[in-house]
């Protein structure tokens, strides 16, 4: 299957701007989603369609494609906004489905904001 | 509002079987596909399995594929994954996940709490 690479830890000083990248075959081809995931909780959807925020994601938030490369950028980081960061995409890498019906999830990054 | 409620997990001994159910609310469950991802203890998400809205098509990460299947129940609006063989590599958090669908972009829009499965003798 295919594979999502993230830098597994990233920091960023209060009120900063920090990118948060994702790279791999799969989102030459398909969109990416963003998911953040603070201790304990569940993942919530923070970036679709590689770019578009749901409602009641700040707008701090937004993302970013080129080639096999997508990315989360955050303007301006809150504290609130220390967590760990995945993205997911589509897969069409398995041999039993080239219709991309299989997907795929980063390793994530472990934000810190200092 | 939508709401998805995990159960079933518990502490099961290795070989054994165990069956998560997914409790959904608050949309029309038949319109939407449902995934199962899960959650190893201090590891990253990873992706387990999709069924389709109608329960038509089932898919599979290759490290439950044999082992595992999804299924639902329309009328209960409830989503399952039965488990069978499991190996101490399967303990983990289980979450379900709706799959939202918006002009070409698939992406998961609601998530459960998750339920703790842990694989010990």
């Known amino acids: 299957s295919s594979e999502l690479t993230q830098d597994p830890a990233v920091s960023v000083a209060l009120g900063q701007t920090v990118r948060i990248t994702c790279q791999g075959d799969s989102l030459r081809r398909y969109y990416a989603s963003w998911y953040q995931q603070k201790p304990g909780q569940a993942p919530i959807l923070v970036i679709y369609?590689?770019?578009n925020r749901p409602s009641g994601i700040p707008d701090r938030f937004s993302g970013s494609s080129s080639g096999n490369t997508a990315s989360l950028t955050i303007t301006g980081a809150q504290a609130e906004d220390e967590a760990d960061y995945y993205c997911?995409?589509?897969?069409?890498?398995?041999?039993?489905?080239?219709?991309?019906?299989?997907?795929?999830f980063g390793g994530g990054t472990k934000l810190t904001v200092l | 509002q939508v709401q998805l409620v995990e159960s079933g997990g518990g502490v099961v001994q290795p070989g054994r079987s165990l069956r998560l159910s997914c409790a959904a609310s608050g949309f029309t469950f038949s319109r939407y596909a449902m995934h199962w991802v899960r959650q190893g203890p201090g590891k990253g998400l990873g992706w387990v399995a999709l069924i389709w809205y109608d329960g038509s098509n089932k898919y599979y990460a290759d490290s439950v594929k044999g082992r595992f299947t999804i299924s639902r129940d329309n009328s209960k609006n409830t989503l399952y994954l039965q488990m069978n063989s499991l190996t101490a590599d399967d303990t983990a958090v289980y979450y379900c996940a709706r799959e939202a669908y918006s002009s070409g972009y698939y992406f998961f829009d609601y998530w459960g709490q998750g339920t703790l499965v842990t694989v010990s003798s």
């Open positions: 369609g590689t770019q």
């Open positions: 997911n995409s589509r897969d069409s890498s398995n041999s039993r489905d080239y219709s991309g019906n299989h997907r795929v």
